[in-house]
């Protein structure tokens, strides 16, 4: 007859020796591959490094193609206005002058040339200081004087491109480039007043297609 205890006990001692076994193993592995555990901001910082580093390997950087500012033939019709305004006021005042009730009043009608010829200077400024640059990436448009504002348009979500040339521009060699984009907080963009030679419609467009097929953006339009 087969003793049951003593096979039992020898069992028992294989299932030992097997559970210490893999609990030696396990020990070894800890101490020859130990495990590390890192934050969700290191996590997000080491592949903002590597995403950096490969955009450097691979020479895409971000470039600027273009910078200009607004043409000022854009206010000849406003500049025209207040020289208007200023031979208004000069008639006003030579008339005042020959006439004896108004002789003691004509010299202060002078000061309100001020007025168009502070309103003049403004809109130039502001025209001056209205910058457009673009990149192979985007549109970067900068107004303001003293407080400069910076708006970003990325080029794969503009949708179409026009070209606008009003007769005084086609005189001027100077045009617009109306951007029709998916943005819903300027779905309209118009670059004003800028150099026809400069082909920015064209540019723009190339830069669009470049840009799209590097994101793997495409258009659907949902109705």
Sequence with gaps: MIDRDAQRGQTAEIIDRDKGGVAFARQVNERRAPRFSFSLQEMNWARACAADAFVKDSGVAEETVWRGSVSQWK?????VLQFIIGLAIIAAFLSL????????FSPYILLLLAVPIFI??????????????????RLKT?????NKVTDTLEFYRIKDIERRQPFLYRLCGIENVQLNTSDASSPMVIIEAVPRQAGLADVIRNHVETVR??????????E
Excluded: M, P
């Design 75 to 79: 206010n000849f019709g406003f500049f």
């Design 97 to 104: 002058r020959r006439s004896s009730a108004g002789q003691n």
């Design 120 to 137: 003049a200077a403004k809109r130039y400024l502001q025209t001056k200081c209205t910058i457009y640059e673009i990149t192979t990436e």
């Design 142 to 146: 900068t107004d303001g004087v003293l």
């Design 213 to 222: 097929q590097q994101k793997g953006v495409r258009e659907i339009d949902v």
